[in-house]
Structure formats: structure tokens, C-alpha cells
């Protein structure tokens, strides 16, 4: 199966800090990237996704950039909120099985008051 | 909007045991996937069903199975029952077609093999 690395595995911020996650892929037939945001005892949800035309997208807080050359791209929380504390899931998709997920290991999120 | 809705949400069997899950997509979504979430292994894809018919399938074994009725309901199916496939089942429903349309999860089935 094809992989997804993602890093870091957990990750500490305080209230207002930027909190950056990082995924890298290696199958080339990739071609659509979402992030998802999971909270326990909750199905995954997509947060924000970007397609490899472009090198970044922004919604409100959450920014993904994309490295084509490099096959990594990553999350940044700006404002990081208490709210946020969860789990971040990167994830990929080739166009052949648009719906078939690589998702990485995941990144839990804890964001202090 | 209701959302896609798992049944039942907690099951608990013994090794050598089958278990049958149920989905209900979104309604007018005709494409559901099926994930295992797991700590050691993350969130691993099964397969998807859209408009009756499986269109990808991961990297599980045969005991692991899976149909769609006419309704886009979802079942999935995992014969002997092994320790190893206690999990969190997790179904995705999308309008499907061939573009990256979003995929809803539900809450999942939290299945427990002893």
C-alpha cells in the first residue's frame, strides 16, 4: 500500500501559536490531498484539501502548502484554539480511485488556554 | 441534512464469530467507502461500493466483504472473527462520480473481538 508519512505525532501549542503538520508522499499517481479533523468518539471530517496545481490554499485559519518536486505538503493552524485540540489526519487520493484514501498516522493536537 | 448513520454503534463477539455492519449514506450520495481505524495501523481503506457495484477494494483479506443495495445503503461483513479486527469501522458517503467529491464519515461502529 501506498504511503503517506506524517509528522509529528503529537504536537503542543499554546492559545494563539501557529501549529504546523507535515505529510509526505511517495506514490507520484497522487492527486488530491485533504486533511481531515477527527475528534473522539467522531467520524473523520475534512477540514481542507488542495490539488497539485497549486501551492497553496487557505480557508480562514487553516493553510495547506503544497511542494510538488518535494511530494510534501502541510497544515498550519494560525491562531491555534483550545477547540482545535484533536486529531489531524493528512490524506491522499489518485485520480483512478477518487474515493480510496491513504490517510497518514495521524498528528493529536493539544492546544493549551 | 441527516448525516451518514452507522448501525449498531458498539458490538462486541468472540474470535471465530461473523459480524455484519450497516451504513446509511447521505441521502442522493450513491458512493460509500468503508474504512478500518485502528491505533497500530491508523485509517486503512476497505473498499466502495457505488450504485451496487465495488469499485475498489484495499489490501484485506477475503474475509472481509461488502455490498450495496438499491438504496445506496451499505452493509460490510467480516467472517472469523480474529482478535486483530477489533477496530473502529468507519463508513464515508460522497455523491461519487469521477471527480474527488468530499467524503462524509459517520461515527463509526466500534467492534471489540474477544
Known amino acids: 500500500q501506498q504511503q503517506v508519512k506524517q509528522s509529528p505525532q503529537s504536537l503542543i501549542v499554546q492559545k494563539g501559536g501557529i501549529s504546523i503538520i507535515n505529510c509526505a508522499y511517495e506514490?507520484?499517481?497522487?492527486?488530491?490531498f485533504p486533511w481531515y479533523q477527527q475528534f473522539p468518539g467522531k467520524g473523520p471530517a475534512l477540514l481542507i484539501a488542495?490539488?497539485?496545481?497549486?501551492s497553496e490554499k487557505k480557508e480562514g485559519r487553516f493553510t495547506i502548502s503544497f511542494n510538488k518536486s518535494a511530494k510534501q505538503f502541510s497544515l498550519h493552524i494560525m491562531d491555534s484554539q483550545p477547540g482545535d485540540s484533536a486529531t489531524y489526519f493528512c490524506?491522499?487520493?489518485?485520480?483512478?480511485?477518487?474515493?480510496?484514501?491513504?490517510f497518514g498516522s495521524g498528528t493529536q493536537l493539544t492546544v493549551l488556554p | 441534512k441527516a448525516g451518514v448513520t452507522q448501525t449498531p454503534r458498539y458490538l462486541i463477539k468472540t474470535r471465530g464469530q461473523q459480524v455484519t455492519l450497516s451504513c446509511s449514506p447521505i441521502?442522493?450520495?450513491?458512493?460509500v467507502s468503508w474504512y478500518q481505524q485502528t491505533p497500530g495501523q491508523g485509517l486503512q481503506f476497505l473498499f466502495e461500493?457505488?450504485?451496487?457495484?465495488?469499485?475498489n477494494k484495499g489490501n484485506f483479506p477475503g474475509r472481509f466483504s461488502g455490498r450495496q443495495f438499491s438504496n445506496s445503503r451499505s452493509e460490510m461483513n467480516v467472517s472469523t472473527l480474529e482478535l486483530g479486527d477489533s477496530a473502529l469501522y468507519l463508513c464515508?458517503?460522497?455523491?461519487?462520480?469521477?471527480?474527488?467529491?468530499?467524503?462524509?464519515f459517520g461515527p463509526g461502529t466500534r467492534l471489540t473481538v474477544l
Open positions: 464515508a458517503s460522497s455523491r461519487g462520480g469521477g471527480t474527488h467529491n468530499e467524503q462524509f
Open positions: 506514490n507520484t499517481a497522487f492527486d488530491y
Open positions: 488542495i490539488r497539485p496545481d497549486v
Open positions: 490524506a491522499a487520493t489518485p485520480s483512478g480511485s477518487a474515493r480510496q484514501l491513504t
Open positions: 441521502s442522493g450520495h450513491r458512493s
Open positions: 461500493y457505488f450504485s451496487e457495484t465495488q469499485r
